[in-house]
Nanobody, 125 residues
């Protein structure tokens, strides 16, 4: 079992940057695939990015490629989402998720068993 706590959200102007962190407690963080999802008001939660257990492989939704970078530090039990060139359409609550058997290429939230509480990201125009 793993508990996830996100941080780093906030209000930023369009074109700005934020770095989200997700700290995991529990055992064997390096055995989990980690993902980031987001949910905008009135919309369904959607996949943003995922990273393999070692951190060697990453996968992104098309709309964030080249702007967002997912990374992890297994020694610190933390996964990050660096978000650059933010746009108003990136406004959402961002969630990190974990699962031992998910594929990083699977974008469905049902692939992930453990979820954080979310952190709000608001991008003003």
């Amino acid at each position: 079992q793993v508990q996830l706590v996100e941080s780093g959200g906030g209000l930023v102007q369009a074109g700005g940057s934020l770095r989200l962190s997700c700290a995991a407690s529990g055992r064997a963080f390096s055995t989990y695939i980690m993902g980031w999802f987001r949910q905008a008001p009135g919309k369904e939660r959607e996949f943003v990015a995922a990273i393999s257990k070692s951190g060697a492989i990453t996968y992104y939704r098309d709309s964030v490629k080249g702007r967002f970078t997912i990374s992890r530090d297994n020694a610190k039990n933390t996964v990050y989402l660096q978000m650059n060139s933010l746009k108003p359409e990136d406004t959402a609550v961002y969630y990190c998720a974990a699962d031992r058997s998910a594929s990083i290429y699977s974008t469905g939230e049902g692939e992930y068993h453990y979820w954080g509480q979310g952190t709000q990201v608001t991008v003003s125009s």
